[in-house]
C-alpha cells in the first residue's frame, strides 16, 4: 500500500458567522494543503497515481477557492468556511474526480498558519 500526497495552497478571505471574537470579522488566511491518496496497486509504470494526474486534479478544486471571499460561494451559504469545511469541501470535491480503483483519497489536511491546522479522513471507519 502506498500513500502519494501532493502540498499545495490558495489564498482566500472568510469570516466565522456567529464566532465569538475577531474570526466573525473578514479576514483571510495563506491556506496550505496537503492531498493524500492511498494506492493498493501500482499500475504498469510502477506508481499508484501520477503525481501529474494529481496536481491538475487538485488544482481544479483548488481554483475554486483561491483568491475568494469564500462566504459567498455556494458550497458555504449554509456552513461556515471554517478549516473543517474547507478541508471536507476539497476531500469530497476531489474524490468525485479520481476515477482509478486503484486508489482513492485518504486525506485533506488543511493548515490556516504554519503552526495550526487539521487532517480530515472523509468517512472512513
Partial sequence: MFDIFIDTHFAGAHHLRDYPGDCEKPHGHNWKVKVMVRATELDRCG??????????I??????KLDHNDLNTLPYFQEINPSSEHIAIFI????SSLLSDDRHSLYSVSVLETD?????YYGNQG
Fill in 47 to 56: 506508481m499508484g497515481i501520477d503525481f501529474k494526474v494529481l496536481k491538475k
Fill in 115 to 119: 503552526t495550526q491546522g487539521l487532517t
Fill in 58 to 63: 487538485v488544482k481544479e478544486v483548488i481554483d
Fill in 91 to 94: 476531500f469530497d470535491e476531489v
